[in-house]
């Protein structure tokens, strides 16, 4: 599992109770950070914040699906309003989520993305 968020706070909170609950991650502060590495090839599911300080989340995974990768997408934002629910939707997540969000709302959601 991948994580994208530019809130250190959120990577902080999530990793442990991933990790907690079998779930192998890591996390990357930036979409650059997670492309300059080799992981994004290794990825079972992507956790993606939509607004990151330069790529956004919506963008990494436009450019990850135009390359063939069918990679299940979870989407979460903080700012969350119509118009970026739908672009999210379009842009093919498996889930969105509203954060703050609860940690088994999270768990339910990467269920369903591995299922």
Known sequence: MIVVDD?????????????????????FASAEALLESDRVQTATCLLLDIHLGGISGIELQRWLAALGSKRPVIFMTASDDEATR???????C????????????????IGKAVA
């Open 7 to 27: 809130n250190a706070g959120l990577l902080k909170s999530v990793a442990p109770l991933l990790a907690h609950h079998g779930i192998d991650n890591r996390t």
């Open 86 to 92: 739908n672009e999210a939707m379009d842009a093919g």
């Open 94 to 109: 498996i889930a969105y989520l509203r954060k703050p969000f609860a940690g088994q709302v999270l768990l339910d959601a």
